[in-house]
């Protein structure tokens, strides 16, 4: 049951982004930051840990996953190191994942053959 709710959560996620994308005229890239922002301001507002509980990687897996995954980093290094860990807390918190999607982007370049459009 796991597996279906975090399907039908990250698909509500999906289906509120492409409504945003075919009603507004705002580009792609600026609605990536408003969902990477989003999630970290409802991870400070501490709505997010709850849902992420509820939904699982239907919450974790999306650009609001992202946003919330930078707010704990931040804020766990704040709570340790004080204000420098503004600055390192999310690069610490993210660079594994980060780190995974370039390694792997760069594999499938290898793989395939990318064309520039």
């Given at each position: ?6 399907f039908v959560v ?7 982004v492409?409504?945003?994308?075919d009603?507004?005229k ?30 699982g990687?239907?919450a ?7 946003g ?16 420098i860990?503004?600055f ?5 918190a993210?660079s594994?994942?980060?780190s995974a ?15 520039m459009k």
């Amino acid at each position: 049951m796991n597996y279906v709710l975090a399907f039908v959560v990250g698909g509500l996620i999906c289906v509120a982004v492409q409504l945003l994308i075919d009603n507004t005229k705002l580009l792609p890239g600026r609605i990536m930051v408003i969902l990477v922002c989003l999630g970290a301001v409802l991870g400070a507002v501490g709505i997010y840990e709850p849902f992420t509980k509820w939904a699982g990687a239907g919450a974790t897996v999306p650009l609001l996953g992202f946003g919330n995954t930078l707010w704990k980093g931040m804020k766990e290094a704040i709570d340790k190191e004080g204000f420098i860990g503004l600055f390192k807390g999310g690069f610490t918190a993210c660079s594994v994942g980060v780190s995974a999607a370039l390694i792997f982007g760069y594999i499938a370049s290898l793989i395939f053959k990318p064309k520039m459009k």
